[in-house]
């Protein structure tokens, strides 16, 4: 069992930035493929970039190139630098970790956060 706390969220003018953190419970964090995910009103969950249990990195093509997934095993942490950010990225945004599957499909996740918004404003 895993429990996800996300932080960091809150309010940005567009080209700003913001940290996320995702702490994880229990001992076996390094043992997951830790993922974010977005979700902005009446829309689908979507992906946003996942760094695996072996380092493997992969972001969505909205986000690459400004949004920055890392984890920290000692820490237990994963975080998401995101930099100018604009106000499409606004979302509420979750941390999530599976033991194995599509690292981009949210059904594959097995635990996930509860959730920090972010919002951007023009």
């Known amino acids: 069992q895993v429990q996800l706390v996300e932080s960091g969220g809150g309010l940005v003018q567009a080209g700003g930035s913001l940290t996320l953190s995702c702490a994880a419970s229990?001992?076996?964090?390094?043992?997951?493929?830790m993922g974010w995910f977005r979700q902005a009103p009446g829309q689908e969950r979507l992906f946003v970039a996942t760094?695996?249990?072996?380092?493997?990195?992969a972001y969505a093509d909205s986000v690459r190139g400004r949004f920055t997934v890392s984890r920290d095993n000692a820490k237990n942490t994963m975080y998401l630098r995101m930099s100018s950010l604009k106000p499409e990225d606004t979302a509420v945004y979750y941390c999530a970790a599976m033991y194995s599957g599509s690292y981009y499909d949210r059904r594959r996740y097995d635990y996930w956060g509860q959730g920090t918004q972010v919002t951007v404003s023009a």
């Open positions: 229990g001992r076996t964090f390094s043992s997951y493929t």
């Open positions: 760094v695996t249990w072996n380092g493997n990195i």
